[in-house]
């Protein structure tokens, strides 16, 4: 007996225009911050009804890829504006409003992966990455220790130096200095003793209970081009994550 032909999936028109604008922010042609053409000249680019171009909007700023502004138009959401600066932060105090954290680098180096972290970015073991940490401070008290590593050839020539002169976030930073977005990341948490290192930077004794996130963080083409490490202190603080 036969088996029926598969029929061909079926993509909505309003997705085929999504994919194609992703394209278009992927290639570079609207950069972070910048406003996209109006609806009415992209149903005239695509050959849609601007009732497509729409639904295809509102998709992408769905997933925080673009940006509408009332009476301004629409803009490709970028980690420098306010509306996305902290956007995967999720350490919030108990009480009160979120709290805007204070960055203090450590160092960088430059090393070879393995283990976990090359099969998260997808690279080969021995491949060269960089390597740096920082400190986070939340109203003046260090909560977290981050470490994070990145591909060394996406981010060539990429110094502490360079990292110290931006005043932004690091993804800002991504941005601007390499053209690399963050669009989304997953996250796994764990319970960790704090080792003696870690312990000293947050002023706490070796053995104290911290979080551990680990987050891969991707940019367009479902690509990871971070992975960082952050130890928490939960003392008045916690992770925070909003889920619809």
Same mark, same amino acid.
């Given at each position: 007996?036969?088996?029926?032909?598969?029929?061909?999936?079926?993509?909505?028109?309003?997705?085929?225009?999504?994919?194609?604008?992703?394209?278009?922010?992927? +290639?570079?042609?609207? !950069?972070?911050?910048?406003? *996209?053409?109006?609806?009415?000249?992209?149903?005239?680019?695509?050959?849609?009804?601007?009732?497509?171009?729409?639904?295809?909007?509102?998709?992408?700023?769905?997933?925080?890829?673009?940006?509408?502004?009332?009476?301004?138009?629409?803009? $490709?959401?970028? @980690?420098?504006?306010?509306? @996305?600066?902290?956007?995967?932060?999720?350490? $919030?105090?108990?009480?009160?409003? !979120?709290?805007?954290?204070? +960055?203090?680098?450590?160092?960088?180096?430059?090393?070879? $992966?393995?283990?976990?972290?090359?099969?998260?970015?997808?690279?080969?073991?021995?491949?060269?990455?960089?390597?740096?940490?920082?400190?986070?401070?939340?109203?003046?008290?260090?909560?977290?220790?981050?470490?994070?590593?990145?591909?060394?050839?996406?981010?060539?020539?990429?110094?502490?130096?360079?990292?110290?002169?931006?005043?932004?976030? *690091?993804?800002?930073?991504?941005?601007?200095?390499?053209?690399?977005?963050?669009?989304?990341?997953?996250?796994?948490?764990? +319970?960790?003793?704090?080792?003696?290192?870690?312990?000293?930077?947050?002023?706490?004794?070796?053995?104290?209970?911290?979080?551990?996130?680990?987050?891969?963080?991707?940019?367009?083409?479902?690509?990871? $081009?971070?992975?960082?490490?952050?130890?928490?202190?939960?003392?008045?603080?916690?992770?925070?994550?909003?889920?619809?």
């Amino acid at each position: 007996m036969s088996t029926p032909p598969t029929l061909p999936a079926f993509r909505p028109l309003y997705d085929q225009i999504r994919a194609l604008l992703i394209q278009s922010l992927e +290639s570079g042609e609207w !950069k972070p911050g910048e406003a *996209i053409p109006p609806e009415p000249d992209l149903a005239a680019r695509f050959g849609v009804s601007q009732g497509t171009v729409r639904k295809a909007i509102d998709a992408l700023a769905a997933d925080n890829l673009l940006l509408r502004r009332q009476g301004k138009g629409t803009f $490709v959401a970028s @980690h420098a504006g306010p509306d @996305h600066r902290h956007r995967f932060l999720r350490i $919030v105090p108990d009480e009160g409003p !979120k709290v805007a954290p204070v +960055s203090t680098l450590i160092d960088l180096v430059r090393d070879k $992966v393995s283990g976990p972290v090359a099969r998260a970015l997808q690279l080969r073991p021995g491949s060269s990455v960089i390597r740096f940490r920082r400190l986070l401070a939340f109203a003046g008290r260090p909560l977290v220790l981050d470490e994070m590593v990145l591909p060394a050839t996406q981010f060539p020539r990429l110094t502490l130096e360079r990292l110290a002169e931006h005043t932004g976030s *690091i993804y800002a930073f991504y941005e601007e200095a390499y053209g690399v977005r963050m669009i989304r990341a997953e996250e796994r948490l764990r +319970s960790v003793a704090a080792e003696a290192e870690p312990a000293r930077r947050l002023g706490v004794e070796p053995g104290s209970p911290l979080l551990c996130v680990d987050r891969t963080a991707y940019t367009y083409g479902n690509v990871p $081009v971070e992975w960082r490490r952050g130890l928490c202190l939960t003392d008045g603080y916690g992770y925070f994550n909003e889920l619809a």
